[in-house]
């Protein structure tokens, strides 16, 4: 199936037709780890990619005004996980996470410190404000540029400068007192 795409020419929008198993190719990856690190498990992660297809196709007539199509989706990807994660309920990704790092050939006793390691650290995250915890996330687990990050997050890029400077020495400061830094 074939879908209008917008790439940004000389600040000309052109619009092309893009095979949607194409998109799915090239941005299926980044969309489930933006989607798990929201989530914080896989199957929920999953959904949200194609959930994000899905909203692809419904607004497929939307495509042409988009400036960067993958900002675009990543926003999609990202406004969904956070609708997931309010959902979900903690002891779900805690023994998925557990049942992971025991199914990478760990010892159990390095996968259990490597789940409270774990849990320092997203605990520390959480107590973030959301700005700043969203922030670090995006730059964090998919290396977003702080152009990309303004997009996803509709902020400016200074903006998102002072966000991740601000959760970086916040987080330091959590685990430092929690005893992990």
């Known amino acids: 199936m074939a879908l209008p795409r917008t790439q940004a020419a000389g600040g000309l929008a052109k619009t092309e ?15 489930y780890r933006v989607a798990y690190s929201v989530v914080r498990n896989a199957a929920e992660a999953e959904d949200v990619v194609q ?7 419904e607004h497929r007539k939307r495509l042409p005004e ?6 675009w989706l990543i926003r999609i990807a990202w406004n969904l996980a956070l609708d997931r ?10 023994e998925l996470v557990l049942a992971q790092l025991v199914a990478t050939g760990q010892p159990a006793d390095d996968a259990v410190d490597a789940m409270r390691r774990l849990r320092a650290v ?14 670090l996330l995006l730059t964090g687990v998919e290396e977003l540029s702080t152009a990309e990050i303004a997009g996803v997050l ?7 400068r002072a966000l991740l400077f601000r959760a970086r020495t916040r987080l330091k400061e959590r685990l430092k007192k929690g005893g992990y830094a």
């Open 122 to 135: 997203l605990a520390a995250m959480d107590g973030l404000p959301k700005l700043e915890r969203q922030t």
């Open 154 to 160: 509709e902020r400016s890029e200074s903006a998102v």
């Open 85 to 94: 994660r309010r959902k979900l309920k903690p002891a779900d990704s805690d």
């Open 17 to 31: 037709h893009v095979d949607l198993i194409a998109l799915v190719q090239s941005h299926a990856s980044t969309l």
């Open 66 to 71: 988009v400036l960067d199509l993958r900002v």
């Open 51 to 57: 959930d994000t297809f899905v909203r692809v196709l």
